[in-house]
C-alpha cells in the first residue's frame, strides 16, 4: 500500500535542492519572472506557491510537512497505484490541475473541483485506465507548455518513471 512516507521519498526523488534561476517563474513570489522577489525553489516547494517562506532555509522535515498537509489525500478512491500518482501531479502541477487530469480520465466535466460526481464516475472507471489515461493527459499538458523544448526531456522522464512505479504499485 502507499502510504505517505513512501509516496514522499519517491516524490523527493524527483525534486531537487536550493535553485533560484530568474528564468523560472516559480522561483518568484509573485509567480513570474520579475514579480516579487526571487526566492527559489527547493524540494520543490516554490517562492511562487508559498511567497511567505524563506525557501533557501527550508529543511526536509519542513518541506515532508508541507506536502502532508497541502497536498497528500486530496482526493479518496483512488487506486493502490493512483495514490502516488496524484500526489505527484498535485504538487508538480497544483491541485487543480491534477484534479482535472483525473476528471479527464474519468470521464467528469474538467472543472478542477472534485465532488460527488467526479467521485461516482471514478468508480465506475477500471483503475488500470484511469491511470493510463491520466498519466496520458498529463503528458499532452506537458507537450502544450511553452518551455517544453527545454524541460520536456525530464517531465517525459519523470512520466516514464511514474509508469514504472505504477507497475509495481499495482
Known amino acids: 500500500m502507499i502510504d505517505?512516507?513512501?509516496a514522499f521519498?519517491?516524490?523527493?526523488?524527483h525534486e531537487g535542492g536550493f535553485t533560484?534561476?530568474?528564468e523560472d517563474d516559480g522561483n518568484w513570489t509573485g509567480g513570474k519572472q520579475g514579480r516579487g522577489e526571487l526566492r527559489g525553489t527547493k524540494f520543490g516547494i516554490s517562492a511562487a506557491a508559498y511567497p511567505h517562506l524563506n525557501i533557501r532555509s527550508l529543511t526536509l522535515d519542513e518541506a515532508r510537512a508541507i506536502y502532508r498537509r497541502d497536498y497528500w489525500g486530496a482526493v479518496h478512491g483512488l487506486s493502490n497505484a493512483m495514490r502516488?500518482?496524484?500526489?505527484?501531479a498535485a504538487v508538480n502541477h497544483g491541485?487543480?490541475?491534477?484534479?482535472?487530469?483525473l476528471q479527464r480520465a474519468v470521464g467528469a466535466a474538467d472543472d478542477g473541483a472534485w465532488g460527488p460526481v467526479s467521485e461516482s464516475?471514478?468508480?465506475r472507471v477500471e483503475p488500470a485506465d484511469v491511470l493510463l489515461r491520466f498519466l496520458g493527459h498529463r503528458l499532452r499538458f506537458f507537450t502544450k507548455l511553452q518551455?517544453?523544448?527545454?524541460?520536456g526531456r525530464g517531465w517525459s522522464e519523470r512520466i516514464a518513471g511514474n509508469l514504472l512505479?505504477?507497475?509495481?504499485?499495482?
Open 4 to 6: 505517505f512516507d513512501l
Open 9 to 13: 521519498d519517491r516524490l523527493i526523488d
Open 20 to 22: 533560484a534561476k530568474p
Open 84 to 88: 502516488f500518482q496524484f500526489f505527484d
Open 95 to 101: 491541485h487543480g490541475n491534477a484534479i482535472r487530469f
Open 121 to 123: 464516475m471514478l468508480a
Open 147 to 151: 518551455r517544453f523544448n527545454e524541460f
Open 165 to 170: 512505479l505504477a507497475a509495481e504499485d499495482n
